[in-house]
DNA sequence: AGCACGCCGACT
DNA sequence: GTCGGCGTGCTC
């Protein structure tokens, strides 16, 4: 049936594309390539790009599984070609474009395609190894039914009144609109106890609600209401966004920010295309989602890692089919298989967690930027201080600012020369300055916040006199001492007893040196009895209950002096604070990466800008130039001395650097491995173009122990040095070492 | 000569 | 990964 010419040109197609490209779900670098096979008549209509197949492959004819990326009608292969066996989905898992960008990160991050493909499909599970593949992943594509809970206010329920609580805030909830079981869960915690209480008296009602497709345009929420200068920034943008490049949105304050994206998004979602938000924590998506459901609806979906694999996969439906259109959450939020995605937004871009770690190691504000410029998509990216590439985007024009350019606001910002304050007599590490400070906070019945960015006791133990320092005999790390007396190392957890005097010399001068967060909290429980002394590092949030519960003790207000990590600057709400200190600043300005100086700079000017009063920071080194620079206030300053040291040493923006991480169990073989490698690189072809550093021992792989070496390649063409890794994984190279090899690139520490 | 073993390269 | 091919060297 249908139309002639039709028939004929579909015929023609099919006739002409037999040929699949084949990628195999394998873990051998030389193997990732695309493979071709032959389409049987019978499979025809069936295979096509973005759908898995079953295909026998290599001497020992196994079948395994493998993905389709392309159908074409002629092949390069000398041999003769093996058919595809079956297709095992029965429609594309992937959209085109994440296709695309998949592909394009394959080789980018120099990963396996599998590896790169199931951040794409985590929620639909696609197995990574071979053998048990087949029939697993098969059954995993249909192991949760298309359908969810879904509840609803009844009539009865409507007029209900209740003593409970959590039953009224069910109540509350369901008088907006219908949810589903997840969305409450997330929103309430757990309350299947008291929805059991309300469906028994009638007053809301279940049923099994299908995800099906939805050709819906435009949102069924309220809204979002913007302040005039929210609305003038918003106008702004419609008037001077530019087709094709990023735009960057100068950060004031969080919820104004937010409900700015909210804004965007709902422009986008009405016209029916889709948005994708991401923040950089969990826990902000969770502070937003009330918001972000008021504005969306059943339109909006919230995902993130603590999802369960379920409703991650009832998210990724839903998404799929068009029914949810906007979606909030981590950097895991971008691969899902999102229609028409015409906004991506990555709120905070500086943020740490938007690298992820293992294979493929990427930024996401880089691949989001990729895969903007293959959808077609605006790009938005935001921070309270641009990076320093944001920055150089920004002034040559390859992206547009929006918004008010006022990074740096906190009071100013005092240093204590921490040197001077010794010479003077005053050991302490709490300065008369600081002192004076904090008492005067108290006197004002404000909040005072100290940040010391190191867990411990105290950092190491050395000889005064001859500069010994004490070593774990099998990691050579410097031990700390964990309490007075007692040295650990931080790697293998290795303690023995602090020797009084120094094991080298002699000389009884021989201690500990620095200082650590406990011993700082420890001193100043002392110092201030009586006083409300709150510890906030990762380990005290996880222990508290988690970020919400840790929000809530502060709310109490039942601290005066909170003193914490870097932890600290998580969107907690600390009321009113009247003095933010950095107890010993030093730590971060030198930690030898070449980002060091924006880290710190971003990290501090958040810290100060918490607080409504005195900002002050304690120091060795008082002339430190990024110090100085974020004493003075001078942003252009610090910028412009980013860039020219980057420049002249051809760091990000101006360069990229690549780290391989040799490691193993056999310290000699990982080492000869690692020099393999350097001179592997030296002698490979286009070797002008980048510069090898000579190999160094980092020491002991965190985890597993194993002996770890590194190399760093800098190179203005990230393109060539990257082609040249390819070839010099297919000649089987790399894979050939004992060792194992990890590649990053433009890593992000800590 | 015949065979065991280990290394290497190919796999569509 | 897993197989076959090939060279080496040992044994009958």
């Given amino acids: 049936m249908g139309h002639k010419p039709l028939q004929k040109w579909q015929r023609k197609t099919n006739n002409s594309l037999r040929i699949a490209q084949v990628y195999l779900n394998q873990s051998n670098k030389r193997l990732d390539i695309p493979y071709d096979y032959t389409i049987p008549e019978e499979l025809q209509d069936q295979i096509k790009p973005g759908i898995r197949v079953a295909v026998y492959f290599g001497k020992g004819n196994r079948l395994i599984e493998g993905f389709v990326v392309g159908l074409r009608d002629h092949t390069d292969f000398k041999g003769t070609l093996r058919p595809v066996q079956r297709a095992i989905d029965s429609e594309p898992i992937v959209t ?12 980018t991050y120099v990963s396996l395609f599998y590896e790169t493909l199931a951040l794409f499909t985590h929620p639909v599970k696609v197995s990574l190894h071979p053998g048990r593949s087949q029939k697993e992943s098969a059954e995993h594509l249909v192991a949760y039914a298309d359908c969810e809970k879904v509840y609803t206010l009844t009539a009865l329920g409507e007029q209900a009144e209740t003593k409970g609580k959590v039953m009224r805030q069910i109540l509350a909830l ?13 929103l309430l915690g757990s309350v299947a106890a008291s929805r059991r209480n309300l469906l028994q008296k009638g007053w809301i009602s279940v049923s099994e609600k299908a995800i099906e497709a939805s050709s819906r345009v435009g949102a069924t929420g309220s809204d979002v209401r913007l302040t005039d200068e929210e609305e003038k920034t918003y106008q702004h943008y419609l008037k001077l966004k530019k087709p094709g490049s990023p735009a960057f949105f100068y950060w004031k304050n969080r919820t104004s920010q937010f409900r700015l994206y909210l804004k965007l998004a709902q422009r986008v979602c009405r016209q029916g295309r889709s948005a994708v938000i991401i923040l950089p924590e969990v826990d902000l998506s969770l502070k937003y989602q009330e918001l972000f459901y008021n504005t969306f609806g059943d339109q909006g979906g919230i995902y993130h890692g603590r999802l369960k694999q379920k409703e991650r ?10 029914q949810i259109q906007v979606v909030l959450g981590s950097r895991a939020a971008l691969f899902l298989p999102f229609l028409n995605l015409s906004l991506i937004v990555v709120d ?29 998509a605006e790009l938005i990216v935001s921070d309270q201080l641009p990076s320093v590439e944001a920055y150089q985007a920004i002034h040559t024009g390859r992206m547009v600012a929006f918004g008010k350019w006022n990074p740096l606001v906190f009071p100013a910002l005092e240093l204590v020369d921490m040197q001077a304050e010794i010479k003077s007599g005053h050991l302490d590490f709490i300065s008369r300055r600081l002192g004076d400070a904090i008492e005067q906070t108290l ?21 005064r006199d001859c500069g010994y320092v004490e070593r774990c005999p099998d990691c050579q790390v410097a031990m700390k001492t964990t309490r007075q007396g007692i040295l650990r190392c931080p790697y293998c957890g290795r303690e023995k007893r602090l020797p009084r005097h120094c094991p080298q010399c002699g000389s009884p001068r021989f201690r500990p040196m620095g200082l650590g967060l406990d011993r700082a909290v420890e001193v100043l429980k002392k110092r201030y009895k009586g006083i409300g002394i709150l510890k906030i590092d990762a380990r005290a949030i996880a222990d508290s209950g988690g970020f919400s519960k840790m929000n809530k003790i502060i709310g109490q207000n039942n601290h005066s002096i909170i003193v914490g990590t870097r932890a600290m600057v998580r969107a907690f709400d600390y009321g009113n604070v009247g003095l933010s200190a950095a107890l010993l600043i030093d730590g971060d300005l030198n930690n030898n990466h070449y980002d060091s100086a924006q880290r710190m700079t971003q990290l501090y000017s958040r810290f100060f800008a918490l607080s409504q009063g005195k900002a002050l920071a304690q120091t060795y080194e008082p002339e430190n130039e990024t110090l100085l620079g974020l004493a003075c206030g001078n942003v252009r300053l610090y910028y412009s001395g980013e860039l020219n040291y980057r420049k002249a040493l051809g760091y990000p923006p101006f360069g990229h ?3 391989f991480t040799v490691f193993g169990n056999q310290a000699a073989q990982v080492k000869k491995d690692c020099w393999q490698l350097y001179h592997l690189f030296l002698s490979q072809r286009g070797q002008e173009e980048w510069m090898v550093y000579k190999p160094s021992a980092t020491g002991v792989r965190p985890g597993t122990g194993e002996t770890q070496w590194q190399l760093v390649i800098k190179t203005k063409e990230k393109k060539k040095l990257s082609e040249a890794m390819g070839q010099l994984i297919r000649k089987g190279a790399i894979e050939k070492l004992p060792s194992k090899v990890a590649m ?6 800590g």
């Fill in 96 to 107: 085109p474009e994440q296709l695309n960008l998949c592909q394009w990160m394959t080789q």
């Fill in 174 to 186: 369901l008088a907006h609109r219908d949810y589903t079981e997840s969305e409450m869960n997330h």
């Fill in 313 to 322: 996969y009832h998210l990724f439906e839903k998404v799929r089919r068009g």
């Fill in 348 to 376: 905070e871009e500086m943020d740490a967690s938007y690298y992820s770690p293992s294979n493929p190691h990427f930024n996401v504000r880089d691949v989001a930027g990729k895969y903007a410029k293959i959808c077609g």
């Fill in 443 to 463: 006197d004002h019945g404000q909040r005072s916040l100290l940040m010391l960015n190191r867990l411990g006791y105290d950092t190491y133990v050395f000889c």
């Fill in 657 to 659: 650097l690549f780290f």
């Fill in 744 to 749: 990053a690139m433009d890593p992000v520490m």
